[in-house]
């Protein structure tokens, strides 16, 4: 164990996806497709090597800042770690370009979900396989990290909840990175604790989906797929899933993993004394939830109603249930559309309004999960000082309570949440001038840039008035949205703390 702790992150990241391609390697020669059982074998013999060789060259490196150096190393994981994915996934797929490879690896490593091949049936079952299990690895790397290298930081959302410095010679009321000892045994140790339950509820998802009528391949792909919110599926979604209602509803479950960090997490960074029922990013979540669901089963009914149309109670509830797990589902960021969803729009005759679901993508979930977003925590901070300051409207000598956390909320936590929703606004300007650049319409543009940046890649095919097909968009907006998807996944704080003088110093 002391030895793979000397290593770069970087390193054991590039062991770990190497022994990887063994799993779709096993599958395809269970199955009989021997070309990419060969070509995944053999990427793993060949990416195994160079792991040894730069394991091996940088052994004895002893970085100056271990916190630094892990942060970078998260950044090139999610930067070009997709490279070699890429590599045995363009080889077995034969009739692509590398760069859509590339692309379709950065998505799913960085549990975005978005897809340059809209026909499932132009890959292979174990090719299916490969990009779920990408997605579900980049889920568990989100789950460590946030814990291990971003909590100590004040990063990814902690620093909303984060303590100012006190006493003499505190350098400010809000400290951005924080000081944190060994961090690579920090990492280890978390590997250690969350791996195994991440594992646990992912097997306990597939079994439940094999239960309820589901295929076993079909069901596995779905369930690490719903644990690391990517929304990756072999069959273009839950609409020809064979477990229907009942697995929605098991899928529907675990998303409050992607809620909470409290649902997995609790007592591992100092939170034991919190339960869901105290947790606000929780309730925050029930609130926006069933006040969307609530607007858009309204919508419908007072449409079918304008209109006349007579429909029954399983109708009515089907709307009512196509709603409530689409709204989670894109507040989770998975983005898994139920099947019951069109069914409204039928019984009404108003097409849904995809504006609210690209709202609940941008909100995301919630901190230290694997959902993307703005997270619920920065949500509820910006209510609160809202919230606040509409009582000082009426009562402007009055004191704020709910104790020091909460004034710390609605003060440190409400500012660099505006700054946090600022800097998310303007990535997604950037971004959209930058796809508008290379020919793409504006409105494509913005539910591009708004589902790559919230990694929501399923928003595409939702949320515009028709379906946005990534096969059918510029090379150079793949490269744009590639780099979209990976600012999405780290964060535009975390990507700014690394010019942070103070994170360089010795």
Same mark, same amino acid.
Not at 31 to 48: A, H, K, Q
Not at 133 to 152: C, D, E, K, Q
Not at 269 to 287: M, Q
Not at 369 to 394: F, N, P
């Given at each position: ?311 029954? =109670?399983?109708?009515?509830?089907? @709307? *009512?249930?196509? /709603?409530?797990?689409? &709204?989670?589902?894109? #507040? +989770?960021?998975?983005? %898994? ?81 505006? =700054?946090?929703?600022?800097?998310? @606004? *303007?990535?997604? /300007?950037?971004?959209? &001038?930058?796809?508008? #650049? +290379?020919?793409?319409? %504006? ?64």
């Amino acid at each position: 164990m002391n030895w793979i702790v000397r290593l770069p992150f970087f390193v054991v990241l590039m062991g770990l996806g190497s022994c990887a391609m063994l799993v779709p390697a096993a599958h395809a020669a269970v199955t009989g497709d021997y070309n990419t059982m060969r070509v995944f074998f053999y990427g793993f013999i060949l990416c195994g090597f160079l792991t040894s060789l730069i394991g091996l060259a940088t052994a004895g490196h002893a970085p100056v800042s271990v916190a630094r150096s892990q942060l970078v190393g998260l950044l090139a994981a999610f930067s070009v770690l997709p490279l070699m994915f890429a590599v045995p996934f363009y080889e077995a797929l034969g009739n692509t370009t590398f760069l859509n490879a590339w692309f379709e690896m950065v998505s799913c490593f960085t549990t975005t979900g978005a897809t340059v091949y809209d026909t499932a049936a132009r890959l292979t079952s174990s090719q299916h396989l490969w990009r779920g299990l990408v997605g579900w690895m980049g889920g568990l790397l989100v789950w460590v990290t946030a814990v291990s290298i971003f909590a100590p930081m004040n990063l990814g959302g902690f620093e909303v909840r984060a303590t100012g410095g006190a006493g003499k010679g505190a350098r400010g009321s809000f400290t951005q990175i924080g000081r944190i000892a060994d961090p690579s045994e920090r990492l280890v140790r978390y590997t250690l604790s969350l791996t195994p339950i991440y594992i646990g509820l992912t097997a306990m998802l597939w079994v439940g989906l094999v239960i309820v009528g589901e295929v076993p391949y079909i069901a596995l792909i779905h369930a690490m797929s719903t644990l690391s919110t990517s929304g990756i599926s072999p069959i273009g979604g839950l609409y020809f899933a064979a477990s229907r209602f009942w697995g929605e509803v098991l899928i529907m479950c675990f998303f409050i993993f992607a809620l909470s960090r409290l649902t997995f997490s609790r007592g591992l960074i100092g939170e034991s004394d919190r339960g869901l029922r105290r947790d606000p990013e929780f309730i925050t979540a029930l609130v926006l939830i069933g006040t969307v669901t609530f607007l858009l089963f309204a919508r419908h009914f007072v449409g079918a109603a304008e209109g006349q149309t007579a429909a029954s =109670v399983r109708q009515i509830a089907g @709307a *009512l249930w196509g /709603a409530l797990f689409t &709204v989670t589902s894109f #507040l +989770t960021t998975t983005g %898994f559309e139920s099947r019951f969803w069109g069914g409204a729009a039928t019984w009404s005759g108003l097409n849904t309004p995809g504006l609210f679901l690209i709202g609940m993508a941008l909100i995301g979930g919630g901190v230290a999960t694997t959902a993307g977003g703005v997270k619920l925590l920065r949500i509820y901070a910006l209510y609160r000082h809202g919230e606040r300051e509409q009582a000082r409207l009426l009562h402007p000598s009055s004191i704020g309570g709910g104790g020091k956390d909460a004034r710390r909320i609605r003060k440190q936590g409400a500012y660099i949440s505006w =700054v946090f929703f600022m800097l998310f @606004a *303007l990535s997604i /300007a950037a971004v959209m &001038v930058m796809l508008s #650049l +290379t020919g793409v319409q %504006f409105e494509t543009a913005i539910v591009l840039s708004v589902s790559a940046l919230s990694t929501t890649g399923p928003l595409a095919s939702v949320a515009a008035e028709t379906p946005i097909a990534y096969s059918g968009i510029p090379d150079a907006a793949k490269v744009i949205l590639a780099g979209a998807m990976i600012l999405g996944r780290l964060e535009t704080l975390a990507i700014i703390a690394l010019f942070n003088p103070e994170i360089w110093q010795r």
